[in-house]
T-cell receptor, first 115, second 117 residues
Framework: AQKITQTQPGMFVQEKEAVTLDCTYD???????LFWYKQPSSGEMIFLIY??????QNATEGRYSLNFQKARKSANLVISASQLGDSAMYFC????????????FGQGTRLTINP | DTGVSQDPRHKITKRGQNVTFRCDPI?????LYWYRQTLGQGPEFLTY????????KSRLLSDRFSAERPKGSFSTLEIQRTEQGDSAMYLC???????????????FGPGTRLTVL
């Protein structure tokens, strides 16, 4: 079974609109962390946001917020007021288990912001 | 303030040749990771070092792959007898307990793109 599932291969959004990128995960471990990374065409992975499984509140980082629904095992990324520079691949990832280090990534969503 | 650097950025080789990539992590980071990313896919974990100790290896890391971090600073990833299926972007990342977001953030380098002809 896929550990991380991103069901949207591509999304097209008008500039200044909000966008939600979907991510569901699969784990039986109570301790895990969820991450979102952005990968522009240049190729470098840029960290956006982190949510721990025991965190009580949804994580926020500037225009990025993570809609964490633990019972549904979903960790959707919300980008408010999208900008042209947000066009990129977006990857959801999970670190599973206390003390674990490796990240397991989903297949990504290509986001295109239209002017 | 320098980030993670990788060398070379691009490598083209013929099938059967050996290649070696280098990663220099952020200087105070004691953890170092290698990932591989093929076209259209997310990165896949290969291996992880804490200081000079290699603590975890993926099954993806076949006998032809070897990684080292001899002094707990830079790391090398060697692929012997390259195959066309090894063509991918090889990403290095680093972190530490005191780095971003309570040590949870892995800082990635720009990657080495390998093409095996």
């Amino acid at each position: 079974a896929q550990k991380i599932t991103q069901t949207q291969p591509g999304m097209f959004v008008q500039e200044k609109e909000a966008v939600t990128l979907d991510c569901t995960y699969d784990t039986s471990d109570p301790s895990y962390g969820l991450f979102w990374y952005k990968q522009p065409s240049s190729g470098e992975m840029i960290f956006l946001i982190y949510q721990g499984s025991y965190d009580q509140q949804n994580a926020t980082e500037g225009r990025y917020s993570l809609n964490f629904q633990k019972a549904r095992k979903s960790a959707n990324l919300v980008i408010s007021a999208s900008q042209l520079g947000d066009s990129a691949m977006y990857f959801c990832a999970m670190r599973e288990g206390q003390g674990a280090q490796k990240l397991v990534f989903g297949q990504g969503t290509r986001l295109t912001i239209n002017p | 303030d320098t980030g993670v650097s990788q060398d070379p950025r691009h490598k083209i080789t013929k099938r059967g040749q050996n290649v070696t990539f280098r990663c220099d992590p952020i200087s105070e980071h004691n953890r170092l990771y290698w990932y591989r990313q093929t076209l259209g896919q997310g990165p896949e974990f290969l291996t992880y070092f804490q200081n000079e100790a290699q603590l975890e290896k993926s099954r993806l890391l076949s006998d032809r792959f070897s990684a080292e971090r001899p002094k707990g600073s830079f790391s090398t990833l060697e692929i012997q007898r390259t195959e066309q299926g090894d063509s991918a972007m090889y990403l290095c990342a680093s972190s530490s307990w005191t780095s971003g977001r309570g040590g949870n953030e892995q800082f990635f380098g720009p990657g080495t793109r390998l093409t095996v002809l």
